[in-house]
T-cell receptor
Framework: NAGVMQNPRHLVRRRGQEARLRCSPMKGHSHVYWYRQLPEEGLKFMVYLQKENIIDESGMPKERFSAEFPKEGPSILRIQQVVRGDSAAYFC??????????????FGQGTRLTVV | QQQVKQSPQSLIVQKGGISIINCAYE??????FPWYQQFPGKGPALLIAIRPDVSEKKEGRFTISFNKSAKQFSLHIMDSQPGDSATYFC???????????FGTGTRLTVIP
């Protein structure tokens, strides 16, 4: 049973370009979360999605950032017109259909975005 | 605003010693408190978790102590080993919610 798969592992973009980060949840998991980790900091929640629905995007910047989790295929975190401040590690986590009392979220290995 | 405060930022412990990392929170809506271990270049992995209805949980060399009245919880690593060297994050989740609030992390180094 493969874990949460993120790709690419490393992504370099020039300022103004678009970055697309992909996340395939664990088998049987239909809930996906995106977190951002700045250097020397903890993870900050960005968005929580279920298949075809955004449930909570309270941590997403208002501009340039978007996320989707289509019926088929991986979840995508999209950053338009990247700036140097977007450089960070972006982690995806997934959990089973009932993320309640006794379930945990499993994290992928992250995508390290560098904006040059 | 940091909802979960973690200390120390870094910690050096001799092999065989006890590593202690502390976290504090204010929001009484939190009802789930996990600890994550992260190695360089890897994602966080759940180590151990506790709910506020118990004051202590032990799994092998790892123990969480929870003080509900003080709104504090801590991770104790007994007989620390060089392989424990990693960054440790405490986190908290609100009742009925799905996202986690993380502390800022503690970089643990266990020296032989």
């Amino acid at each position: 049973n493969a874990g949460v798969m993120q790709n690419p592992r490393h992504l370099v973009r020039r300022r103004g370009q678009e970055a697309r980060l992909r996340c395939s949840p664990m088998k049987g998991h239909s809930h996906v979360y995106w977190y951002r980790q700045l250097p020397e900091e903890g993870l900050k929640f960005m968005v929580y999605l279920q298949k075809e629905n955004i449930i909570d995007e309270s941590g997403m910047p208002k501009e340039r950032f978007s996320a989707e989790f289509p019926k088929e295929g991986p979840s995508i975190l999209r950053i338009q017109q990247v700036v140097r401040g977007d450089s960070a590690a972006y982690f995806c986590a997934s959990s089973p259909p009932s993320p309640a009392m006794n379930t945990e979220a499993f994290f992928g290995q992250g995508t390290r975005l560098t904006v040059v | 605003q940091q909802q979960v405060k973690q200390s120390p930022q870094s910690l050096i412990v001799q092999k065989g010693g006890i590593s202690i990392i502390n976290c504090a929170y204010e929001n009484t809506a939190f009802d789930y408190f996990p600890w994550y271990q992260q190695f360089p270049g890897k994602g966080p992995a759940l180590l151990i978790a506790i709910r506020p209805d118990v004051s202590e949980k032990k799994e092998g060399r790892f123990t969480i102590s929870f003080n509900k009245s003080a709104k504090q919880f801590s991770l104790h690593i007994m007989d620390s080993q060089p392989g424990d060297s990693a960054t440790y994050f405490c986190a908290a989740r609100k009742t009925g919610a799905n996202n986690l609030f993380f502390g800022t992390g503690t970089r643990l180094t266990v020296i032989p």
